[in-house]
Antibody, heavy 122, light 107 residues
Framework: EVQLVESGGGLVQPGRSLRLSCAASGFTFDDYAMHWVRQAPGKGLEWVSG????????GYADSVKGRFTISRDNAKNSLYLQMNSLRAEDTALYYCAKDLMVQGVLYYFDYWGQGTLVTVSS | DIQMTQSPSSLSASVGDRVTITCRAS??????LAWFQQKPGKAPKSLIY???SLQSGVPSKFSGSGSGTDFTLTISSLQPEDFATYYC?????????FGGGTKVEIK
C-alpha cells in the first residue's frame, strides 16, 4: 500500500524558513517523480514543485521560484521542500504527491499524502 | 499557463441522481486530463486520468470523457459517499494546473 506522510509544518513568521519532509513507502520510491501541491484554506489546489526520479529534472511554480527548493533522498525514501522567505500567501496545507509515470515525469498525481499545514503569520 | 474552468462551481443533487461536471481548458490539452475527489478535511483522491481511464480501485459509477478543450466527469448514480468537491487538472503543458473545483452537495 502506497503511503506518503508529510511532516515539518507549523507556524512561522514572514521572512523565515521551514523545511517540509515526506516519507514514502509501499512503492519503489526511486522509480517515480514526486511533487508538492498546496491548498490555501478554503481554496483550490496549486502545484508547487516537482522532481524527477533521479533529481535530473526539477520545476517550480512561478509563485515560489527562487524561494523554495525541492530535493529527495532516494536512500531514505524521502522528499523535501525547503521554503525560504516565507510570505503570508504561502499559508496552506502542503501535500506530497506521487507521479504516475515510471522513470519519467507526467505531472499526474496518483497518490497523495494527508498534508502538513504551514501558517505564515506574525 | 493553461486555465482550467469548471462548471458549475457547486450543485445540489439527490441520492440516485446522475451528475455531470464540466471542465474546459483555455487551449487544447489532448486527453491529458485528470479528475480528483476531495472530501472535507481529507486529501484529494485520484479518480480518472487520461480523460477517461479509471484509477485503480475507483468504482465504475465514475466516468470521464472528452478531448481537446472540453471534458466531463459523470457520476452515474450519486451515493452519500460521493458528496465532495471535484477538481479537474491538466498535465499536457507545464505547469500543471487545476480547475477551481465543483462542490457536490446534498439536495
Amino acid at each position: 500500500e502506497v503511503q506518503l506522510v508529510e511532516s515539518g509544518g507549523g507556524l512561522v513568521q514572514p521572512g523565515r524558513s521551514l523545511r517540509l519532509s515526506c516519507a514514502a513507502s509501499g512503492f519503489t520510491f526511486d522509480d517515480y517523480a514526486m511533487h508538492w501541491v498546496r491548498q490555501a484554506p478554503g481554496k483550490g489546489l496549486e502545484w508547487v514543485s516537482g522532481i524527477s526520479w533521479n533529481s535530473g529534472s526539477i520545476g517550480y511554480a512561478d509563485s515560489v521560484k527562487g524561494r523554495f527548493t525541492i530535493s529527495r533522498d532516494n536512500a531514505k525514501n524521502s522528499l523535501y521542500l525547503q521554503m525560504n522567505s516565507l510570505r503570508a500567501e504561502d499559508t496552506a496545507l502542503y501535500y506530497c504527491a506521487k507521479d504516475l509515470m515510471v522513470q519519467g515525469v507526467l505531472y499526474y498525481f496518483d497518490y497523495w499524502g494527508q498534508g502538513t499545514l504551514v501558517t505564515v503569520s506574525s | 499557463d493553461i486555465q482550467m474552468t469548471q462548471s458549475p462551481s457547486s450543485l445540489s443533487a439527490s441520492v440516485g441522481d446522475r451528475v455531470t461536471i464540466t471542465c474546459r481548458a483555455s487551449q487544447g490539452i489532448s486527453n491529458y486530463l485528470a479528475w480528483f475527489q476531495q472530501k472535507p478535511g481529507k486529501a484529494p483522491k485520484s479518480l480518472i486520468y487520461a480523460a477517461s481511464s479509471l484509477q485503480s480501485g475507483v468504482p465504475s459509477k465514475f466516468s470521464g470523457s472528452g478531448s481537446g478543450t472540453d471534458f466531463t466527469l459523470t457520476i452515474s448514480s450519486l451515493q452519500p459517499e460521493d458528496f465532495a468537491t471535484y477538481y479537474c487538472q491538466q498535465y499536457n503543458s507545464y505547469p500543471p494546473t487545476f480547475g477551481g473545483g465543483t462542490k457536490v452537495e446534498i439536495k
